[in-house]
């Protein structure tokens, strides 16, 4: 079946530094999978924050950024400069279509934690 | 803006009982999903609905049934909770476009 494999969290970097989280997949029921980032703020639910659907594309939201890389099957996200209130739980994931009924495979979340 | 909406938000239940949780979408999408996320795992889809009165089995569906009485409730049912079943479960719904998840719903079995 699908997996996705990211960075063991937690996680703790200082504000103003930069950050990479790992990606990794491997996508059995679909050639090119769609593949997004999904963070989780406390006492939140989980919220896109990017999807790329071509590989070799970029994606980016809020000051992030993530490239879906085939050769290689990762999707890694970065940010040249966190804040504080970038921290949350951090999920790849990836999709088996891009229609509506596309059923999601999560990776296992980091936990971003930015101290001041 | 698409709203999903899960209750109760938190709940302890006893082994062997019987528990329910409930979802609402407000999106008008015709896909809601139930998912667990565990400590150490990802998120995992227990049940889906394309429709209304009609529910799939997702990728653990052991232990779980779940209902689609309309478009916008789709409940998560526990008929016998055992403690293997205390997680962390999520609902969402999707459009072509985006899936949408609610805030969860914290349940701990003792």
């Known amino acids: 079946g699908d997996s996705v494999t990211q960075t063991e969290g937690p996680v703790t970097v200082s504000e103003s530094e930069s950050l990479i989280i790992n990606c990794t997949y491997s996508a059995t029921s679909i050639a090119y999978p769609n593949l997004f980032w999904y963070v989780r703020y406390p006492g939140e639910g989980l919220q896109l924050l990017l999807k790329?659907?071509?590989?070799?594309q970029k994606g980016s939201s809020r000051g992030f950024e993530a490239t879906y890389n085939k050769e290689t099957t990762s999707f890694h996200l970065q940010k040249a400069s966190v804040q504080e209130s970038d921290s949350a739980v951090y999920y790849c994931a990836l999709a088996d279509s891009g229609g509506s009924n596309a059923k999601l495979t999560f990776g296992k979340g980091t936990k971003l934690s930015v101290k001041s | 803006e698409a709203a999903v909406t899960q209750s109760p938000r938190s709940k302890v239940a006893v082994t062997g009982g019987k528990v329910t949780l409930s979802c609402h979408q407000t999106?008008?999408?015709?896909?809601m999903y139930w998912y667990r996320q565990d400590t150490g795992h990802g998120l995992r889809l227990i049940h889906y609905s394309y429709v209304a009165d009609s529910t799939e089995k997702g990728d653990i569906p052991d232990g779980y049934k779940a209902s689609r009485p309309s478009q916008e409730n789709f409940s998560l049912i526990l008929e016998l909770a055992s403690l293997s079943q205390t997680a962390v479960y999520f609902c969402?719904?999707?459009?072509?476009?985006?899936?949408?998840f609610g805030k969860g719903t914290r349940l701990t079995v003792v």
């Open positions: 999106n008008n999408h015709d896909y």
């Open positions: 790329v659907i071509t590989a070799g």
């Open positions: 969402a719904s999707s459009d072509n476009t985006e899936v949408f």
